[in-house]
């Protein structure tokens, strides 16, 4: 219980510094969302990928580096809104329902890659064979960060980190 209480007093004292760190790092998943949009979805739905985006190259490099930052950023993200839960702020309800979508995230980083998606919709061998709708599934559950990107923004930028 000790532990757990200074974590609390460490988190009153870096509030501002940790909700701007959890803002920058989450908000980056913007990046991977346009390439799981611009490469995956649109090429599935259209056959075709957005010009410029290839499976090889110094973008698609940047992407997958962009693609790793999403583990500290749902470590940041989760710290922000657990410690928001538990502290019982206003809106905890919506902390809550936030906390959970980036829950979420982190079960479908073990279960379902982009590299598994990819691989079910373009007929590349795959030791992990999923149906197609499991695949878009993944693909619903990547998008359920930018209801906490938004809500960051607000905190962050728009209120300044002020209560």
């Known amino acids: 219980m000790m532990a757990i209480q200074k974590l609390v007093a460490f988190w009153h004292r870096y509030e501002n510094l940790n909700l701007r760190i959890a803002f920058v790092l989450i908000s980056l998943q913007l990046i991977h969302l346009y390439w799981l949009t611009a490469d995956v979805v649109?090429?599935?739905i259209a056959g075709d990928s957005s010009p410029g985006l290839s499976q090889s190259g110094?973008?698609?490099?940047?992407f997958i580096v962009i693609d790793y930052v999403e583990i500290?950023?749902?470590?940041a993200?989760?710290?922000?809104?657990?410690?928001?839960?538990?502290?019982?702020?206003?809106h905890s309800?919506?902390?809550?329902?936030?906390l959970?979508?980036?829950?979420?995230?982190?079960?479908?980083?073990?279960?379902?890659?982009d590299e598994v998606v990819y691989e079910t919709f373009f007929g590349s061998s795959s030791a992990v064979e999923i149906p197609e709708f499991a695949a878009w599934v993944a693909i619903l559950i990547d998008y359920l960060e930018l209801p906490v990107i938004a809500d960051l923004f607000y905190r962050a930028i728009i209120r300044g980190g002020k209560k």
Do not use: C, D
């Open 58 to 62: 110094a973008l698609f490099i940047f």
């Open 100 to 113: 959970a979508m980036l829950a979420v995230q982190v079960f479908h980083i073990f279960w379902i890659t």
């Open 77 to 90: 993200g989760l710290a922000y809104y657990a410690l928001s839960v538990y502290k019982r702020e206003e």
């Open 72 to 75: 500290p950023a749902l470590v």
């Open 93 to 98: 309800t919506k902390n809550a329902l936030l």
């Open 42 to 44: 649109i090429k599935r």
